[in-house]
């Protein structure tokens, strides 16, 4: 598949970042999310990673174990003004999507604790329904 229609058939299937609490809250004063990954900014690594629903969990499991101010942003493609190329991460042969420039606050579509169990280790995330619906009353 050529990486225009990549990009296209993309655009139908939600998309995860993980973040850190403070991040994500100086991002919605600052109008932008800018954190590449943990310990990175987006102009130090040129991208923004991001997950496909089955791989949120194998990632906060391997680069996020045990940390409890975490936050699982769901993203709208819809949304995003930067490019998203889906290639291999670092590493690996696994191919994730990187969003090639800033996350606007409203591709945010919704966003809620992502905490570990007892033993540190995450909740898979369902990709077919939003993330963090509030419970019903």
Known sequence: MSGALERHALRVETLFHIARAA??????????????????????????HLSFAPQVKPVADRVYRGMGDLLLLELEPGRLTAPVVVEPGDGTDERFPH??????????????????????????VDGTRRAHKPPAS
Request: a negative charge; hydrophobic letters at 35%.
């Open 23 to 48: 991040d994500w809250h100086q991002a919605k004063r600052d109008g932008a999310y800018r954190i590449s990954t943990l310990g990175k900014r987006l102009d130090e690594q040129g991208y923004i």
């Open 99 to 124: 969003l090639y420039g800033e996350l606007p606050i409203d591709a945010v579509i919704a966003a809620g604790g992502y905490r570990p169990d007892s033993e540190g280790h995450f909740a898979a």
